[in-house]
């Protein structure tokens, strides 16, 4: 798990609860189609699961 993880706001947070709002916050997204990198850990493992119906997940090559 030493690669990252490229992680899209797939859906609006329109209609969602508070607490799937702020961990989609804490992973940095702000637009829908917006993209952002993070290194894979379980940490952010965990927030992707409890948002996974919001997001699009792709994981890319080592980070070094």
């Not at 702000?30 to 993070?38: F, Q």
């Amino acid at each position: 798990m030493s690669g990252k993880l490229k992680i899209t706001l797939a859906r609006g947070l329109s209609g969602q609860r508070e607490d799937h709002r702020r961990v989609v916050r804490g992973l940095g997204l702000t637009r829908v189609n917006r993209s952002v990198l993070r290194v894979d850990t379980p940490e952010i493992r965990g927030m992707v699961e409890k948002v996974k119906f919001l997001l699009r997940v792709e994981e890319t090559g080592e980070s070094k």
